[in-house]
């Protein structure tokens, strides 16, 4: 069986490669079955005769991998097979002899530092080299400790045996990864299309939603205000200090009535709530002016102006204020719907990317019965005119982003 120092130095190299959350225990592992057998390592080596025959499947299913410490003990049974099996078939008790040779050359190499439990065994001797060939060792080395355990795992259950080839592996990655998509756009086009019936369904408006398109087309004027409730600060920005003005002379602007004359600004508001009347309905075509873009198309000075008057991130409001300029002189409940739908279609992908990062099991099933489960909150979100999907994605797109954090 590979000495020690070469168990450890595929280890270290694997911890290279890969990603282990406990170092320590990954290496105790790579030790495991040599360390916690007596005089016969069959039991602890899974084999019948000796390390050629090292039986990876029954480890598997007596096994879950699911610790550092057993992933490294599913590692030293890979190096036992695939060193006599792929790259030193033919051996004898000369093999022990100069595992002691190549010990120094190891360590020095792979920086490897010996466990006081092993230290004992960890011998240095020098000599010539009969049976190993160093430059094969080193090979072997870089070959095992660059494929995935959970490659080797998926290759053993469907044939019995491991090897270091990645090929086959990623091209089977790949169809499964084309399968998994699939399915997901199927589950995403279902799920699109009862949100489509539901907001068919739809009749009415929550005071909420007629803010999010008045918000987004009124002209400086987020709010639908009684008459003597108007504030006269949103005429006075869109007259004075907007309309007509370059950004410079904008700024001019705020500073003369804002900074300087405070009391121009208090005189130019009182006058506009003066020229309102006391008592009276707001007519049909100012509703209308409030929802629809109208004569204030592409005016994103406005959606921003209205936005800092809120508590709401200007992007959802631009691009629902983008919409209702494109089809100007148009209410209607689709306008937001339809932004909606490409959040939520964002957001499901979004779902299946950070699932796949996670590396569960059955990884298209789970994360389509994630999606699935979030169909009556999307459906609600989707003819919900607001901004929550938005909010959604955003969430979506920070998570995945700082995955790494």
């Known amino acids: 069986m590979p000495g020690y120092v070469i168990h450890l130095a595929v280890a270290k190299e694997y911890i290279r490669n890969f990603r282990v959350k406990n170092e320590d225990e990954f290496l105790k ?36 991998i699911n610790s550092c410490y057993m992933e490294g003990y599913f590692l030293h049974l890979i190096v036992d097979y695939l060193f006599y099996n792929q790259y030193f078939p033919n051996h004898d008790r000369r093999l022990y002899n100069e595992y002691d040779i190549t010990n120094k050359e190891l360590i020095e190499k792979y920086s490897i530092s010996i466990p006081e439990e092993i230290k004992d065994c960890v011998q240095f001797k020098e000599g010539e080299l009969e049976i190993l060939d160093k430059e094969k060792l080193f090979k072997m080395i870089s070959e095992i400790s660059k494929k995935r355990l959970s490659d080797y795992k998926k290759e053993i259950k469907q044939t019995g045996i491991a090897t270091t080839n990645t090929n086959d592996i990623k091209l089977t990655t790949t169809k499964e990864t084309k399968k998994e998509k699939m399915i997901l756009a199927l589950i995403i086009t279902v799920l699109c299309f009862i949100m489509l019936f539901f907001v068919n369904q739809k009749e009415g408006y929550h005071c909420d939603e007629i803010f999010s398109f008045g918000s987004s087309n009124s002209a400086f004027n987020n709010i639908y205000w009684a008459y003597k409730q108007d504030a006269g600060t949103n005429k006075l920005i869109k007259e004075e200090v907007v309309e007509g003005k370059n950004i410079v002379e904008s ?32 007519t049909k075509e100012e509703a209308q002016n409030y929802v629809k873009a109208q004569n204030n198309r592409f005016n994103y000075a406005s959606v921003y102006y209205n936005q800092v008057q809120d508590v709401h991130p200007p992007l959802f409001y631009m691009l629902v204020h983008t919409v209702s300029s494109i089809f100007n002189n148009t209410f209607s409940k689709y306008i937001i719907f339809s932004i909606n739908i490409v959040f939520f279609i964002g957001t499901c992908i979004l779902i299946w990317k950070i699932l796949n990062l996670l590396r569960k099991k059955s990884r298209s099933i789970f994360s389509g019965s994630f999606v699935w489960t979030k169909c009556r909150s999307n459906i609600n979100s989707n003819f919900y005119e607001n901004v929550y999907d938005a909010y959604i994605l955003y969430t979506g797109i920070f998570i995945y982003k700082y995955k790494n954090i």
């Open 251 to 282: 700024f001019k602007q705020l500073k003369y009535y804002f900074l300087d004359h405070p009391e121009e600004r208090e005189k130019y508001e009182k006058a506009v709530l003066d020229e309102l009347p006391e008592h009276s309905w707001k």
């Open 29 to 64: 592992g790579s030790l495991a079955p040599d360390l916690l057998s007596t005089n016969d390592k069959k039991e602890t080596h899974y084999t019948q005769t000796g390390s050629s025959d090292v039986n990876l499947k029954k480890f598997i299913k007596e096994n879950k």
